[in-house]
């Protein structure tokens, strides 16, 4: 699975840590391996499961 940044950043704007998005805006690529980024996700407090694009 593979996530883009751009719902991580949109993740953490909904919370106000306007900061860290901008951070990872800087620092992360456009698709994100969550297993390679398991310690920075846990970090920001982000779970797997409220990242995963909603099913159709």
Not at 5 to 15: H, M, P
Request: negative net charge.
């Amino acid at each position: 699975m593979i996530i883009q940044k751009s719902v991580i950043i949109a993740k953490l704007r909904e919370r106000g840590q306007n900061v860290r998005a901008d951070w990872v805006d800087r620092e992360l690529p456009d698709e994100v391996d969550p297993f390679l980024y398991s310690g920075l996700l846990a970090t920001l407090h982000l779970d797997l499961k409220e990242l995963e694009a909603p099913s159709s």
